[in-house]
């Protein structure tokens, strides 16, 4: 009974133990003091990394305009560190309008006639169409499957077995999964094959890596799925990969919309859709848009990035009727790709001489409306809205340098309690103390983890809300201020944990266990990951971490003390000897762990000292091995005998 | 022509140069006229495409990095990286500079001679181009440095020329304040400045053709040649794509979409630099922005209607004839200067000449509010000055003092932390770097002044800084045992925050003609020995040897505090002693040993 828990454990620990070493290694390397996010005395100094710089500088650029308020001395404690200053900022008003440039700018370029040329080449054969073109390869994608067959949702994962692994779910578990269209879905398996076979291929040559997947029609939906199937691996692909259809229907539900945006993914696709072609916004109840939609009419083009304002649109092109049906996107296109050619005057009267209004205007023209119209007069507050959605993360962004600088006297704070525990004659580190006693300096510190919580769990709510700029997470400054938080607060979450909810009876389980552990060290923990430092080369330490490595070094210890006094109480009675093989086999391996991380200093000092409850429990240990004598053999043998 | 910007030029001084142009156009390698005041170099313009584009370049826009020996200052100190330019019109320079021709010494002898108020360089179409590199290389040669008697200012004349260098190249000119000797001539709808704005790939088959006709000792061109108007939509496109991709990068807020989609296009590096002075029928329009000028030459070179752009094609190479025209009549033209105040959206009739739309207009304004957002960002770090100011005197008046009382100096003492006012120090440390590193990064993103790090007071505030807080870094980084985890401090671990205060010191000395000796510089001192004690001597002797000669140095120059590295409980004083007797005996810093000791 006891035994696949058992295996599972070690398997844990195991992995726990790899990704501990490497997790902290790298963690201290490249530096934490960013942009003064580090007055801290134990900080590794290091470069403040280019990285970093641009984006201090985007922030600042970004708030240089409203705000006068100079950054606020990094030690002087501010109370109200998120306050809604900050909100009010993100609706300061938007100088230039960008969408209709942005079309432009697409329009302008090769990818847009060489991607529908190829299109046209599939629609035409009726069969993929694969061509390299000044070094891009297209890959077009014919309309094979009937508008008529879309309309039925089907789940993702349940047919792929894992294949979109890459997509990531949504920390709030009430969200439906993600669907796709089962039309779409069907056909991607054949078209998977294909694509493999000829593209690995006719890549190789290629110093830059770049590939185009287009599709008009069901085409395009297919186009878009399979472009998904490739970014959603467990590992990215190695070539850039940019997903363009034309008049493509929606391919999936909210669900599906939201986990591409989350996923950071969205960027990669861009949809363009004749505001007279109905196919795109047909079923636009069931089923979502996401990435970029570039909706284009004879005179121009407008791009709209994000899925509300997208269904906006939808909407305000439902309610218009009639006017030329021209569905022919080569008319588009052609027409289009020599737009620039053509200075293009503002045709309702008066213009604005507010650059912003008079370039959502000009985008409304573009799109063959006037701004007289009530369409018209939608679809620039349409306009409007979207632009404001895509500025809010960077202006939000902007706020975060400050405040992070603004809970560093927090962080300070448990820095110097940790140091000072240490200094101490007490020789009871700074986990210890905070699990053992409750006094005023506890009491100060405890509040300081409880700000710094409140800070990072914001961070990771906008995140997630994709409230910041698509790459934030990546951003190299909080990638180590996350992690270099985490290896200093986490010891002290745990063991408020066990002082305080624990030992209460609605409490299930350890803190590693039944989503005790808080959410944001999960995600911590991922940004690590995704971050995706190569590991360097290690050199030994000769003196120890200044924050053990594993941040759950300590919750780990706090289970195997229970195994331990399990252990110790009942082993006069011998009863249940599979039990007590369990038990055995994870103090073991919790020994060789945390072995492992001691000789190699990857623990701090506080793990060590004198009287540190690791070092009780390593003297428990010891205690009962000796006690028991011989009797660990007959473990042993046990836990041999059961693998037998 | 009336106006401030163009200080120092009038019509005259104009219509000399292209008299000097044109005169050129038989004569290698340059042609050469003097006045009274004005010594005038011009040089002749080609129309093969291999002095357009090196055939031996395997790069899309024929571009090539700048010898950073040849041409120190044409870099970006920030990002430290070197200015690119058009690797056939830098051949064309080699050329005219090397010993087969007298250009150099001629030079010479006008600079020597102190006779001529200014010399200029001028030329037409690939002449131009020339003219601008010859320019730089004139800068570089003898303008450069400080000099004790005056050298005669240049000034670049150039009539529809190519553009020549990239972002960098326009900031280096920018920074050294160097951007006011470049004048430009350009016909509303000239082609040639747009050509490099094109893949080489896109134009490289009608190249040869359009050039021959560009060539205006042959023949007009025909007005129905179809291969003429294929090539003017070809460049036109790549500049659409070019300046629309600036223009969001400069107005948009880092949407990922534009990432992607620049990720699959190959984008022309070449900006326009210096002041550009737009003709059009009955007026000239100058504007020093770098940024509008590129969305100029793409909007001025719309068409309005149909029939217009069925002419168009043709106008683009007939206006690279116009300059001989533009010149006679520039007395009768008005002429409007382009800058915030008078960009409207509606009317303006400069701006209606040169046909630019709402949204020309525009983007054209973004690109000089991006002007303007920079000079504010500048008062921004400007007023942050005192606060840095105030941080260090705290760290040379209080902190430096009280260390040399506990005998160890202030590096020492920072290492082991063990008081209160250490921990202070470490606070403001870290208060420095943030404050410095929020410039930094507005210095690598472009988001100051040009000029911003050529500046003389912030060049010496951030060596005094870089000087006084660096070994505070350093003691930082081995207190924490970084050596052992990261590397070297000098590999792994020095911050860029000094780096670039040190390129910029360096740039700085290099101009007043101060060659810096070693790659490494006097605030890392403690780095070095910090790396090498605790090796056994004879392993370092040759390097413990060269730090004894380069210490010197570094206190004359002020890189290092005498007062604090002897101090009798320094690492450095207790490294020393521990040496063999021999080398006491003989080191440089003998006396300076036993000078501290006594007092």
Known sequence: ?644 | MASQVLAGINNDLIARSWIASARAYGTEPYHKEETEEIVTFSFRPSFSEKEWFSPASKSSFGEIKMNRDQFPCMRSIGNDVDATVNEAFLKTLELLTSPRTSFCDVVKMVVDGRRHKRIVFTGHSSGGATAILATVWYLETYFKKQSPLPVPEPLCVTFGAPLVGDYVFQHALGRENWSRFFVNFVARFDIVPRLVLARKASTEKALPHVLRQLDPTRPPIQENDQSIAEFYKTVMKDTATVAHQAVCELIGNGEAFLETLSSFLELSPYRPAGTFVFSTGTRLVSVNNSDAILQILFYASQSSNEHELSLVPYQSIRDHHSYEELVQSMGLRSFTHLDLHNLLLDGEAALSDLGLSTRARQCVRAAMDAEKKRVDNQSKVEAKRPKILEKLKWLEEEYKPRCRTHKNGYYDSFKFSLEEHDFRANVTRAELAGIVDEVLGLVKKGQLPDDFEGQRDWIVLATRYRRLVEPLDIANYHRHLKQEDTGPYMLKGRPNRYKHAQRGYEHDRMKAGVEIEGASCGSCFWAEVEDLQGKPYGEVEVKVKELERLLQGWINEGEVDHEQIFLEGSTFRNWWNSFPEDHKRYSPLRELMSETRAT
């Open chain 1, 1 to 644: 009974m006891g035994k696949p828990s058992s295996t599972k454990q070690a398997t844990v620990v195991v992995a726990a133990l790899a990704f501990g070493w490497l997790a902290i290694e790298l963690a201290f390397k490249p530096f934490l003091e960013k942009f003064r996010s580090s007055i801290d005395k134990s900080d590794p100094t290091k470069d403040p990394d280019d990285a970093d710089a641009e984006a201090v500088a985007a922030a600042i650029a970004a708030a240089a305009k409203s705000s006068d308020e100079s950054i606020p001395k990094t030690l002087s404690l501010c109370e109200d560190y998120y306050s809604s200053s900050s909100r009010s900022r993100v609706m300061e008003e938007c100088r230039y309008e960008t969408s209709e440039l942005q079309a432009s700018l697409m329009m302008s370029t090769p990818l847009w006639s060489d991607s529908w040329t190829l299109c046209n080449a599939a629609n035409c054969a009726r069969s993929i169409q694969i061509q390299n073109i000044a070094g891009i390869i297209y890959v077009a994608l014919p309309p094979v499957i009937k508008m008529t067959e879309l309309g039925d949702l089907v789940a993702l994962e349940v047919i792929q077995k894992g294949n979109f692994s890459g997509l990531s779910t949504s920390l709030s578990s009430d969200e439906p999964p993600p669907m796709v269209d089962a039309a779409i879905l069907k056909g991607l398996e054949s078209s998977l094959a294909l694509f493999h076979s000829q593209i690995t291929q006719r890549l190789q040559p290629e110093e830059k890596k770049r590939v185009v997947i287009t599709g008009h029609s069901t085409g395009g939906a297919q186009a878009a799925l399979i472009a998904l199937w490739l970014l959603s691996q467990p590992s990215p692909p190695s070539f850039h990969l940019l997903c363009i259809t034309f008049g493509s229907p929606l391919l999936g539900n909210q669900s599906l919309s939201s986990a591409i945006s989350r996923s950071r993914l969205a960027h990669n696709f861009c949809h363009v859709v004749s505001i007279y072609d109905l196919a795109p916004r047909s079923n636009d109840d069931l089923f979502w848009p996401f990435g970029t939609y570039l909706f284009c009419s004879e005179n121009g083009g407008v791009c709209l990035d994000n899925a509300a304002s997208v269904r906006r649109m939808f909407q305000i092109l439902n309610t218009t009727t009639g006017t030329p049906h021209i569905e022919e996107y080569r008319h588009y296109v052609f027409t289009l790709s020599d737009q620039f050619l053509k200075s293009r005057s503002f045709l309702g009267g008066n213009i604005s001489d507010n650059s912003y209004k008079a370039g959502v205007e000009l985008a409304v023209e573009s799109l063959g409306f006037s701004t007289d119209h009530p369409s018209g007069v939608s679809m620039k507050e349409c306009i409007e809205t979207a632009t404001r959605i895509r500025r809010a993360p960077v202006l939000r962004a902007a706020e975060l340098p400050i405040q992070l600088a603004n809970v560093l006297p927090s962080r300070l704070d448990i820095q110097w309690f940790k140091e000072s525990c240490e200094a101490s004659p007490n020789q009871l580190g700074y986990y210890d103390v905070s699990r053992q006693y409750s006094n005023q300096r506890e009491i100060k510190v405890n509040m300081s983890r409880a700000k710094l919580a409140r800070f990072w769990d914001s961070v990771l709510e906008m995140v997630e809300k994709n409230e910041l700029p698509f790459d934030f997470h990546l951003g190299k400054k909080w990638v180590y201020a996350s992690q270099f938080y985490q290896l200093l607060a986490e010891p002290l979450d745990i063991a408020y944990f066990y002082k305080y909810k624990f030992p209460l009876p609605e409490t299930s389980g350890h803190y590693l266990e039944n989503g005790n552990r808080p959410k944001r060290y999960v995600v911590i923990d991922k940004w690590w990951k995704q971050s995706g430092e190569p590991q360097k080369e290690k050199r030994a330490r000769t003196r120890y971490a200044s924050a053990t490595q594993d941040p759950c070094f300590w919750a780990k210890l706090e289970e195997a003390k229970e195994w331990l006094n399990e252990m110790r109480s009942g082993s006069s009675s011998g009863s249940d000897a599979e039990r007590r093989a369990l038990l055995w086999r994870k103090i073991v391996g919790f020994e060789k762990y945390a072995d492992t991380l001691v000789k190699r200093m990857d623990v701090s000092a506080d793990v060590v000292a004198t009287k540190s409850s690791y070092m009780v429990w390593v003297e428990n240990l010891r205690e009962f091995k000796n006690r028991v004598g011989n009797g660990i053999e007959m473990f042993v043998d046990e836990i041999d005998a059961m693998e037998t």
